[in-house]
């Protein structure tokens, strides 16, 4: 009978001049806190002689919270965070790097940005072509500012840039395991203390 009740129970408290209702103890309304805190100064101005319609806030159904029908009866309810929903929730908060995936465009971006620089000397030209480029040499057999050493500079570039971010990818997918498994720990201990409490924590 809620929603039948509310129209009724918002016209009898309009009736009180003295009266302002704000918040979700106020208003019987699932508020955010931008939402509560904006209703609060709007009452405070209305208490101040202006005229604000608190209950114009917070009127769009995107921010209300989610009710599901109780398994116990016709009462409506939040659902509880059974422990498929937990599962999917940590699924994704702890989403995944495709290592092949980011180490191929780590490779590609390396790979082409040492070919456009090899390049962009190679038609300026000059008596020392990329001498600081050259050094590059130290780390890329075969290495130098010519078209030869820019077809091979841009192979190991890339075979380094995709090695560098395949281990960069797993790298970020084992602490983020090691993260969640601390998580689902804790998640287990407090389940433990508190079986009922443990889902709204």
Not at 90 to 106: C, Q, S
């Amino acid at each position: 009978g809620y929603q039948a009740a509310m129209p009724v129970l918002r016209e009898y408290v309009r009736g009180f001049s003295n009266l302002h209702v704000v918040g979700r103890n106020g208003q019987h309304r699932y508020n955010n806190q931008d939402h509560s805190m904006l209703g609060g100064m709007l009452a405070a101005r209305n208490v101040a002689g202006e005229s604000h319609d608190v209950w114009s806030v917070n009127v769009e159904d995107d921010y209300h919270e989610e009710i599901r029908e109780s398994k116990a009866g016709d009462r409506q309810t939040p659902a509880p965070a059974d422990g498929r929903l937990v599962e999917d929730l940590l699924r994704e908060a702890f989403a995944r790097y495709d290592a092949v995936a980011l180490g191929g465009a780590v490779g590609v971006v390396t790979a082409i940005g040492l070919l456009l620089a090899t390049v962009a000397l190679l038609l300026r030209g000059g008596e020392v072509v990329g001498p600081n480029l050259s050094l590059l040499d130290n780390y890329l057999f075969g290495f130098d500012a010519s078209w030869r050493g820019a077809a091979i500079g841009t192979a190991e570039a890339g075979a380094a840039g995709f090695a560098l971010g395949f281990v960069l990818g797993r790298s970020i997918n084992w602490l983020v395991d090691r993260h969640e498994v601390g998580i689902r720990r804790r998640l287990e201990y407090a389940s433990a203390i508190d079986p009922f409490g443990a889902v709204d924590q």
